[in-house]
């Protein structure tokens, strides 16, 4: 007999069966850069869910970025994502908001191009799962796994200014 105090939960918030996985629990992380890799924003969520249901919240979490002079911009001129992101309906939504939408097709082979704007996203990824932590997801709560992911980011963000001094 196992003491109760002893026994863990399966599986915690923000998880869900890996279709890729044997269905076993597991997250995704999302996440949006500027064109140097700086990480912009990123959302947490379960296995199982689909990338595209998560390309306009992306958008709606990057924060005012300063840059020349005028009002800070929130949103950017266009979007590069993989084949995961592919829908027509979020297509015509990601226009509606004044952004250019650079979108893999499924379906149609590789070699478009896109790789030359993408590895900047999959560089960021490489730095952002160096940090063991994030590499499994070993915390139960989302909220713990959230904050581990959002102090990665400002720490890359602080190694990428530091290099520009």
């Known amino acids: 007999m196992v003491p109760r105090s002893a026994a863990a939960p399966k599986r915690g918030l923000a998880t869900g069966p890996s279709p890729v996985d044997r269905g076993r629990a597991g997250s995704k992380h999302h ?3 500027d064109g140097h890799g ?3 924003a990123i959302i947490l969520t379960g296995g199982n869910r689909n990338d595209v249901t998560q ?3 992306l958008l709606d ?3 005012p970025v300063r840059g020349r ?3 800070p911009r929130r949103k950017p001129q266009s979007v590069f994502a993989d084949r995961g992101y592919d829908h027509n309906i ?3 939504q990601v226009r509606a908001r004044g952004i250019l ?3 893999a097709r499924r379906g149609t082979p590789h070699g478009s191009g896109l790789g030359v704007y993408r590895w900047v996203v999959e560089r960021s990824f490489a730095w952002l799962h160096g940090f063991r932590r994030l590499r499994a997801r070993w915390e139960r709560r989302a909220d713990i796994h959230e904050a581990f992911l959002k102090l990665a980011c ?3 963000t602080l190694r990428q200014i530091r290099s520009l001094c």
């Open 154 to 156: 400002r720490l890359i």
């Open 90 to 92: 979020y297509r015509d």
């Open 61 to 63: 979490a990057i924060p």
């Open 38 to 40: 700086t990480p912009l």
């Open 31 to 33: 996440l949006i850069t």
């Open 101 to 103: 939408p650079v979108i």
């Open 69 to 71: 002079r005028g009002r």
């Open 55 to 57: 390309l306009l919240p």
